[in-house]
Structures are given as C-alpha cells and as structure tokens.
C-alpha cells in the first residue's frame, strides 16, 4: 500500500464547476497535510496547508481533513482553465517534517 | 522577498560524469530540504538540513550522492559516476522551521546521456 494515496485521473470539470480532488494516507500518525499545485515542467507550488480536523478555506480552496477516515480533501471552487494542472497532496508523518507525496491528480478545466 | 533559488535550471552530462547543483533557501528560513522527481511521479524526499546540520538521509541516497549546508546557508548536491537512472528534476525546498510548509524553488533537470 503506498503512503499517499491519489487518483491520476485527469479529473476533467467544466469551467466555473468545483473541482474535488481526493487523498488518502496510510500513516495513522501523520501531523501536517499540504496541497502544492505543479504547472507541466515546473515546481510544485504550495496552495493550501491544514493541521487539524475539518475545513479550512482560502479564497476559492478549502482544504478537508479527516484524521479518522485517513482523508484529505481539496475543493477549487469557480474553477478556471488557469487551475489546470496536477496537484499533489503531501503528508508529513514523524519528526523532520520531510513531505511523502501522492502520484497527483491531473486537474483539466474545459472551456 | 526572494525565493528558493536553484542553478544550473537544465544540466545535461555525459554518463560517468559528476555533477554538483546548487540551493539557495529562502533568507531567514533554517531547514532546507532536497528532493527527486521522476516523470509521473510525485517528489521524493533525499535528505534534510537544519541550519548546517545534515539530519537525515534516505535510503535512495546512495553512496554516490553527498550534500553539504557548510555554513547553514546554501546547500549543494553532488552526484558522482552518474547513470542513467540519475536523470530527474532534483528539487530544493526550506521552511522556516519543523512545522512551517516548504517552499520549491525552480528545480534543477538533469539529463543523462
């Protein structure tokens, strides 16, 4: 089973529609959850971050947590063709803070 | 307020060859992280600093990878006798500290002929 967790897709949503994007983790102790957005032959760029249980909302993001299902969540609420590209959830789990990321999940927005 | 900088951006090498990257974290920030990314595949942690101090290293460090922070500013990453399995974007991230989120910069391509 691998650590992180995430559809490849490409997860195609019509412009102006939420997009979901899913991430599941298999380490029970892990402390911080990241989304980082990553544009094709660029770096990843952090997008939204979230320690605790529940929603936190930033702009159009919210980012989910749920530490008893092993889940976390990013919503793109509005979404525009601008926010096509892969996003990356990453984990971290024990001391040092070094992020475990998913595979990513390839966003599409379509005109 | 600059970012993470990396340099060379693009490194293509002859197998065999050593290469040497080069991180610039962010100024104040104390922890500098170094990662691999494949095609199709997320980042890959490689080993981490705080301040000079190299605190851990991952089994996908081989022996002919070393990194230095010498003094607790840049970082570099050498890459000895490369191969082809070598080819990858090498990333640099830094926090400023344990808890807060990591930041990228640019990435280095290295490309192995």
């Known amino acids: 089973q691998k650590e992180v967790e995430q559809n490849s897709g490409p997860l195609s949503v019509p412009e102006g529609a939420i997009a979901s994007l899913n991430c599941t983790y298999s380490?029970?102790?892990?402390?911080?959850f990241f989304w980082y957005r990553q544009y094709s032959g660029k770096s990843p760029e952090l997008i939204m971050f979230i320690y605790s249980n529940g929603d936190k909302e930033d702009g159009r993001f919210t980012a989910q947590l749920n530490k008893a299902s092993q889940y976390v969540s990013l919503l793109i609420r509005d979404s525009q063709p601008s926010d096509s590209a892969t996003y990356l959830c990453?984990?971290?789990?024990?001391?040092?803070?070094?992020?475990?990321f998913g595979t990513g999940t390839q966003l599409k927005v379509e005109l | 307020d600059t970012g993470v900088s990396q340099n060379p951006r693009h490194k293509i090498t002859k197998r065999g060859q050593n290469v040497t990257f080069r991180c610039d974290p962010i100024?104040?920030?104390?922890?500098l992280y170094w990662y691999r990314q494949t095609l199709g595949q997320g980042p890959e942690f490689l080993t981490y600093f705080q301040n000079e101090a190299q605190l851990e290293k991952s089994r996908l460090l081989s022996d002919r990878f070393s990194a230095e922070r010498p003094k607790g500013s840049f970082s570099t990453l050498e890459i000895q006798r490369t191969e082809q399995g070598d080819s990858a974007m090498y990333l640099c991230?830094?926090?400023?500290?344990?808890?807060?989120?990591?930041?990228f910069g640019d990435g280095t391509r290295l490309s192995i002929l």
């Open positions: 380490d029970r102790g892990s402390q911080s």
């Open positions: 100024s104040e920030h104390n922890r």
């Open positions: 990453a984990v971290v789990a024990g001391g040092g803070n070094k992020l475990t």
């Open positions: 991230a830094s926090s400023l500290d344990g808890v807060q989120p990591q930041h």
